[in-house]
């Protein structure tokens, strides 16, 4: 008896382990399942911050989106899907496991997706007073943040704020810092109103030692996450006629024009090395390439996000299972957001007057519209830091890390 109960333990004990090893392994799932009129099919890839992709398709037509949530590796994660035809407009709104609300309503028009907070459509906005018994409120999605002046030119948006999020903005004697808590780093004595050797990466800001003249020898680095300062000193002088490529990692990559040699600067291990010459000059798009001298000479930098899966647009970017369209229209640029899997099927996130102050971090993106920095995630766009100097000075950037 005392054997068999032995043998039992065992036996539940190896089964609970083989469970939790399956369970701690699994990278996610792809299944289909039917909601009313709607076939689901739901993909989740647990590697990717638990990303789980749908792709709803109705008889009249498919749509498909996204959300991050941890549902422990659930699947029939979507419990119901609420639809309704508006004008030309198929509006839909899923509802997942606990009732829970993850995006607002999407509306579909002529292979557009648009959510509701952003149309101003009197029918629409009577269907959503509807969806309240799911707890559902357009308000949500609302901008509702309440601007607190630091200065006579910035505020920032403190109630936008994400948590884990570091932010730093460049000012003319150094950075302000906006995470855990408020900061002001001074790295000159004078004001420098323009930094082109300037750069941030991961949670770093790097910039050249500009109290120099000519030539410099010495980057100072910034954690923007607790403010802490260091410098990096090079062995060469290098040339301020030189300009930052980019960075692959926490590795800044800097070309001298007046010497024709790139620099590595690695910011773990405080160094700065030759990394080529003019006749093995090198660039990095999602991996290295060979560069000519005359592209290196006029500028060319770093694309981490480069794709030439679609055509026609003023910059496309590569980045998880999506790629982000850019396309021109007047003085800003109208931003959209296709899945990797049904390039055709666009959707609508905001606008943009600079395509430089791009800053992915998983299902957020900061951008700058005018003179106010912004971040865009499933609930919408939100204002987090307004700099009026920017009227005047477009130098002036702006980086963000997630911890």
């Not at 789980?52 to 979507?78: G, M, R």
Request: glycine share 4%; aromatic share 18%; proline share 0%.
């Amino acid at each position: 008896m005392k054997y068999l109960f032995k043998t039992l333990i065992i036996f539940t004990a190896t089964f609970f382990a083989l469970k939790f090893i399956l369970f701690f392994f699994d990278t996610g799932h792809t299944i289909n399942y039917n909601i009313g009129n709607f076939k689901v099919e739901e993909n989740l890839k647990t590697k990717e911050n638990n990303n789980y992709y749908f792709e709803l398709e109705h008889e009249d037509f498919k749509i498909n989106f996204s959300v991050n949530q941890n549902y422990n590796k659930a699947e029939k994660v979507i419990n119901d899907i609420e639809y309704k035809k508006i004008d030309d407009y198929s509006c839909i709104l899923p509802i997942f496991k606990n009732g829970d609300i993850l995006t607002d309503v999407m509306c579909l028009k002529d292979d557009e997706i648009k959510h509701a907070h952003d149309l101003n459509n009197k029918k629409i906005n009577n269907y959503l007073k509807s969806l309240e018994k799911y707890d559902y409120n357009i308000n949500d999605y609302k901008d509702k943040a309440s601007e607190v002046k630091l200065s006579n030119t910035q505020s920032v948006y403190k109630d936008n704020l994400l948590e884990n999020h570091y932010i730093a903005m460049e000012t003319y004697k150094g950075l302000n810092l906006f995470g855990a808590s408020q900061d002001n780093i001074q790295i000159f004595d004078d004001d420098v109103y323009t930094k082109p050797i300037s750069f941030f990466t991961d949670k770093y800001y790097i910039v050249a030692d500009y109290t120099d003249d000519y030539t410099f020898k010495k980057f100072h680095v910034i954690n923007i996450i607790n403010g802490k300062q260091t410098d990096i000193r090079s062995y060469d002088d290098i040339s301020f006629d030189s300009y930052i490529e980019g960075a692959v990692g926490t590795d800044v990559y800097l070309f001298d024009r007046e010497k024709n040699i790139q620099y590595k600067i690695s910011i773990e291990d405080e160094s700065v090395d030759r990394f080529q010459d003019k006749d093995h000059l090198q660039t990095y798009n999602g991996k290295w390439t060979d560069m000519s001298l005359s592209e290196a000479l006029n500028g060319i930098t770093f694309n981490n996000y480069y794709t030439e899966d679609i055509k026609g647009y003023d910059k496309v970017d590569k980045v998880g299972n999506y790629y982000y369209i850019y396309e021109k229209e007047n003085d800003y640029y109208n931003v959209y957001r296709s899945n990797i899997q049904n390039k055709k099927l666009k959707t609508y996130l905001f606008k943009t007057t600079d395509l430089n102050s791009i800053i992915y971090l998983d299902d957020t993106i900061y951008y700058l519209n005018g003179t106010t920095f912004y971040y865009y995630n499933n609930y919408g766009s939100r204002k987090v830091i307004t700099n009026t100097e920017l009227e005047f000075n477009k130098d002036l950037s702006f980086g963000v890390y997630k911890r």
